[in-house]
């Protein structure tokens, strides 16, 4: 566009007094000044959706970094397990660890059940060498994984909406 304003106005330059016109829908026509305030909403258009793109990345930096933490806790809580509740009914629920790439139902599911048996654990008989209620590394209770993991979920429904916006701004620019 930037190439046919310069090619348009060397054209004006040519014809002097009469400058081009160039015709446009519904038998209208298109002045260089039109095409020019055309060429600059649609620079702000696409200036827009990389404003969307990148908020879009960094929710999903948030989300990211929310499920690394969450992943190392729900290691932390499985360690425990593994160390002082074999051979019990606690271990025997010890839950699956999610893959850092699963989607968020099935990376949410087992944390899920990491807190409900945590809050279990935390009611029955600690085993030598455990402290109940129980605090894994980083001062992390059970109130705080349970907020940690709201907080992902919160993250999920920003990345959403961000992923939103870049589809209006899209249609906009359309």
């Not at 190439?3 to 106005?9: G, K, S, V």
């Not at 908020?55 to 360690?79: D, P, Y």
């Not at 019990?88 to 790439?101: G, L």
């Not at 030598?128 to 994984?145: Q, R």
Request: with cysteine; proline share 5%.
């Amino acid at each position: 566009m930037n190439q046919f304003i310069a090619h348009w106005t060397q054209c004006n330059t040519a014809l002097g007094a009469t400058p081009l016109v160039v015709p446009g829908a519904n038998n209208t026509t298109v002045t260089i000044a039109q095409f020019t305030t055309r060429r600059d909403s649609l620079q702000t258009q696409y200036n827009t959706i990389q404003a969307c793109l990148t908020a879009q990345q960094l929710a999903r930096a948030a989300i990211n970094t929310r499920k690394t933490n969450l992943l190392a806790t729900t290691n932390h809580f499985n360690a425990v397990l593994d160390a002082y509740y074999r051979n019990t009914d606690f271990y025997a629920a010890r839950p699956d660890v999610p893959n850092f790439s699963d989607g968020q139902e099935t990376f949410t599911r087992p944390l899920g059940n990491v807190m409900s048996l945590w809050a279990k654990l935390n009611a029955g008989p600690a085993p030598a060498g455990v402290t109940l209620p129980l605090v894994l590394p980083g001062s992390m209770d059970v109130g705080s994984f349970s907020s940690a993991v709201s907080a992902l979920q919160f993250a999920y429904a920003e990345e959403d909406a961000k992923m939103q916006d870049i589809t209006l701004a899209r249609a906009t620019r359309e």
